[in-house]
């Protein structure tokens, strides 16, 4: 079974421009999450969507937003962007189910804002 | 949820077992224990989950006392590839999961 994919894993940006980045999960998976990882913060949680619906969120600006599709497909979005944006983004998927799901995480992609 | 206290590194020679302890003194009665593996530049990877004694799968084990304030990740016979960071975690029982990462422990395995 295919991982997570991520697209694209390398992105340079200009600070006030925005950026799309796409997650693909695991076949059957319908949760879709979503964390900022920087050497300063470390890993943090962005926002999780199941079934269309963003489900629970982080503390995040509102420059930062998401949105899944109706085959799981999520993508995240971040407007007028800062310096401090850049980042590894990443992606995890699951499956609903008992206890605490076991998420996957895709490669990543590697946000750099100049 | 309960936050977690790990040591920010330890240091491994290759065939040794490694035992990493994460206090997490405010769990609640529904909360797992799990950690993930992480290393540079790639998505953290699932290793283990428990909720108390011991779980053990092909990668490790969990120990969980009976009081749950505290858990130990080992890892049977590390090998240079086991060099990365481990995340102690403690999740809801809630049927989804929304990870909190804390700093984890930067595992360093040496010839």
């Known amino acids: 079974k295919a991982g997570v994919t991520q697209t694209p894993r390398y992105l340079i940006k200009t600070r006030g421009q925005q950026v799309t980045l796409s997650c693909s999960p695991i076949?059957?998976?319908?949760?879709v999450s979503w964390y900022q990882q920087t050497p300063g913060q470390g890993l943090q949680f962005l926002f999780e969507?199941?079934?269309?619906?963003?489900?629970n969120k982080g503390n995040f600006p509102g420059r930062f937003s998401g949105r899944q599709f109706s085959n799981s497909r999520s993508e995240m979005n971040v407007s007028t962007l800062e310096l401090g944006d850049s980042a590894l983004y990443l992606c995890?998927?699951?499956?609903?189910?008992?206890?605490?799901?076991?998420?996957?995480f895709g490669p990543g992609t590697r946000l750099t804002v100049t | 949820l309960a936050k977690t206290t790990q040591p920010i590194s330890m240091d491994s020679y290759e065939g040794q077992e490694v035992n990493i302890t994460c206090s997490h003194n405010?769990?609640?009665?529904?909360?797992?224990i799990t950690w993930y593996q992480q290393f540079p530049s790639q998505g953290p990877r699932f290793i283990i989950q428990?909720?108390?004694t011991k779980v053990t799968n092909e990668v490790a084990s969990l120990f969980i006392p009976a009081d749950r304030k505290s858990s130990t990740l080992s890892l049977p016979r590390v090998s240079l590839s086991d060099t990365a960071v481990y995340y102690c975690?403690?999740?809801?029982?809630?049927?989804?999961?929304?990870?909190?990462f804390g700093k984890g422990t930067m595992l360093l395995v040496s010839p």
């Open positions: 995890a998927s699951s499956l609903e189910g008992q206890g605490s799901p076991e998420q996957y």
């Open positions: 076949s059957g998976h319908r949760s």
């Open positions: 405010n769990i609640a009665t529904n909360d797992y």
């Open positions: 428990g909720y108390k």
């Open positions: 975690l403690v999740v809801r029982n809630s049927g989804y999961s929304t990870l909190t």
């Open positions: 969507y199941f079934s269309e619906t963003q489900r």
